[in-house]
């Protein structure tokens, strides 16, 4: 089966609310998008509305994601070669080392959140996940919630999700998915192991199908390179 990828050429993004620049940057991307949409603040909830497709499949998520230098309520202590974070000051000192979180996760029509994520935790600026495919369970957004309309919302990890977050992490994150505006085109063969059937005779009959439409797509991103990625699939 030959399956590929559609992007569409317009796009209509739809913001949560209104952000003060954080410092984040984030670059966002799904199969229906022509441009990446940037998160550029922790707790940011930027969505994309991928209008009214024939079919839209997720098959997981993907990217990288590395902590910056700012966080709520930790910093990186200047007395330490390597900047690891300490909590907030006490006493007129910084406290305990601690380890920072980030992440971007997937809400699909301001519902479901799908279960895999982009995450990343660390001791000290510079962590990071490393680029990775992470492949979870396959939704059909039309079987899911039964109706054809598609918005995916894109989330940066705030307090809701860490007790101390990171504000300023830096990556990229994309759908691994299929969008499909219209039905694919199925072509096939049909075969038999002799041009002669006789009654009583067994003849082997072989068919192959073939499914088309679409072009190929992959992440605008910037020295974008899928071959560096790490694949992991949902157990």
């Known amino acids: 089966m030959n399956v590929k990828l559609v992007v ?3 796009s209509f993004c739809l913001a949560l609310s209104a952000y003060a620049d954080t410092g984040a940057r984030v670059y966002c991307w799904a199969p229906h998008l022509s441009q990446p949409i940037l998160l550029n603040s922790h707790g940011q909830g930027i969505g994309s509305y991928a209008g009214r497709p024939y ?3 997720i098959y997981g998520v993907a990217g990288i994601i590395t902590l910056g230098d700012q966080c709520d309520g930790a910093f990186p202590d200047p007395s330490d ?3 690891r974070f300490r909590k907030g000051w006490w006493s007129g000192g910084l406290g305990d080392r601690t380890n920072i979180y980030s992440s971007v996760k997937l809400q699909v029509n301001w519902q479901q959140y799908y279960p895999k994520r982009l995450e990343v935790t660390g001791d000290r600026p510079g962590s990071t996940s490393g680029p990775v495919r992470l492949y979870g369970d396959t939704w059909n957004t039309t079987t899911m919630f039964g109706y054809p309309e598609v918005t995916l919302v894109f989330h940066l990890a705030g307090s809701q999700d860490s007790a101390i977050p990171n504000r300023n992490p830096s990556g990229y994150f ?3 998915g299929e969008y499909l505006t219209s039905a694919p085109e199925v072509t096939g063969s049909l075969s038999v192991t002799s041009g002669v059937i006789l009654q009583g005779n067994v003849t082997d009959v ?3 199908i073939n499914r088309t439409g679409g072009t190929a797509a992959t992440p605008p991103f910037t020295g974008y ?3 560096g990625e790490v694949v ?3 157990e």
Do not use: A, E, I, K
Request: charged share 5%.
């Open 55 to 57: 079919s839209y499949t």
């Open 8 to 10: 569409g050429l317009v």
């Open 225 to 227: 390179d899928q071959s």
């Open 206 to 208: 072989g068919y192959s």
């Open 81 to 83: 070669s390597q900047y």
């Open 232 to 234: 992991f699939l949902n």
């Open 174 to 176: 994309y759908v691994v």
